[in-house]
């Protein structure tokens, strides 16, 4: 059995991984590198393997959020907090990258003050916040069975039957989708035996997934679309 200093320690580990995940993603793709890459380039391998390596991050600070979610009490005024602390920052960077002579626009630093409608994480993570107390509540009483079976339908319907986007997933961009990942850390943090392999073998499996991710990327032909090539 775990500490709580050792919990603890993963979880700030988990937390410096999925920003420092975020900060890689932004890089390949909104910085240019990957929609100029052809398959036939050298770098292509690297960069898509650093891009699905990264891809997770999203998704593991919202089941950090689940995990913690469970050894806390809720508190309505985190909203605004979200919302100001976005705010500044959206701002500040923007008017800070104008003064220095960036290619920055002013109608870009008008956009800043309206991050929200901007951002989507942020709108997603308001939205899985306010749902939160609810599901916390939901999943402390039920049984561990039903938890379970829940979370197996949620990630089959999630992951395999969305088609057209009728469940509305947006390829993972909604609120839904973090509430699916906000479940699956709060299970590891009620039943944490649920988890019986050892660190390095989800490390391993992590790294194949992301070779395959690549590979099917690389090779198969309905990817080798504009965007892609």
Known sequence: ??????????????????????????????????????????????????????????NVFAMITGYVSMMHRFKSDRVLQV??????????????????????????????????????YVNAYIGLFLLSPVLAFGVKHVSRRTFKRLLVVLLIVSAGLDAGSHFFLLNGYTAYWLVVMYLVG?????????????????????FLMACLSTYLQWNAGWFHTDKWS
């Open 186 to 206: 709060a299970y590891i943090q009620l039943y944490p035996d649920a988890i019986r392999w050892k660190p390095v073998a989800f490390l391993g499996i992590y």
């Open 1 to 58: 059995m775990k500490t709580n200093n050792e919990r603890n320690y993963g979880i700030d580990l988990l937390r410096i991984f999925s920003m420092v995940s975020v900060v890689i993603l932004h890089n390949l793709y909104q910085g240019g590198i990957l929609p100029q890459l052809k398959t036939n380039n050298p770098n292509w391998w690297q960069f898509w393997l650093l891009e699905n390596l990264a891809i997770v991050a999203v």
């Open 83 to 120: 919302v100001f602390q976005t705010i500044f920052w959206s701002v500040t960077v923007s008017i800070t990258l104008y003064q220095l002579r960036m290619p920055i626009s002013v109608e870009t630093v008008k956009a800043s003050f309206y991050p929200l409608a901007q951002f989507w």
